[in-house]
């Protein structure tokens, strides 16, 4: 409506991957997970309320403020995305109560990226992710946003980097990075299980 897309909880992620009302990093993100037949019938709110460390879509919504509209039998309510999911696999939805929809402020970062490490392209859960995104004039970065997934018990967003990026000089961003890296060390948890390590993970998230 101008002011945020909402996105209904039963919307695919093929139609996200798709639909020219979504914004083209979320596009992306969506055209990453797993492959055509799963995307297919995978929701948006499925994704979201699983509440993996490793949500694809988590990162994104970190990243942008995103909010949840959850409705029930006796009331409705809305809160921010990263109040949504409480732990592996928990999140603080209540006796009867849904998702209804997924709310994205409008907002068009002058730059945006998303990274992912797996196993192979499709069809493998995130190893390690980050979104990332910023508004620059070219010369000085005024608004930063990233967030990163699988590296702790719900996805990280990095407000340490984000300071450190924010008002500074492009021209000196090198020098910014490097403390960046050190903020990223301290944020992140990772742990070892099936599909990597710890060690693994903290080294791709220092490399994302």
């Known amino acids: 409506d ?3 897309l909402e996105i209904g ?3 695919t992620l093929a139609r996200l991957a798709v639909d020219p009302v979504v914004p083209r990093p979320l596009q992306d993100v969506a055209r990453s997970m797993a492959g055509p037949g799963i995307r297919s019938i995978a929701t948006a709110g499925g994704n979201v309320c699983n509440a993996s460390p490793a949500a694809d879509l988590l990162p994104f919504l970190y990243a942008h403020n995103a909010r949840v509209r959850l409705i029930s039998r006796e009331a409705r309510r809305t809160l921010p995305v990263e109040e949504l999911v409480t ?4 999140t603080c939805l209540g006796p009867g109560e849904l998702l209804a929809a997924l709310v994205v402020p409008a907002w068009a970062p002058t730059v945006s990226a998303w990274r992912k490490a797996g196993t192979r392209r499709a069809n493998a859960l995130t190893k390690v992710s980050l979104f990332a995104c910023a508004d620059t004039d070219g010369a000085v970065v005024h608004r930063a946003r990233l967030a990163l997934g699988a590296v702790g018990p719900v996805v990280v967003r990095l407000r340490e980097v984000e300071r450190l990026l924010e008002g500074a000089a492009v021209a000196d ?3 910014v990075a490097r403390r960046a890296v050190e903020a990223c060390d301290a944020a992140v948890r990772p742990i070892d299980d099936q599909r990597s390590t710890a060690a693994y993970r903290r080294h791709a998230a220092r490399d994302r």
């Open 173 to 175: 961003l090198a020098a």
């Open 9 to 11: 909880a039963m919307v």
């Open 2 to 4: 101008g002011r945020a």
């Open 87 to 90: 732990g592996p696999g928990t």
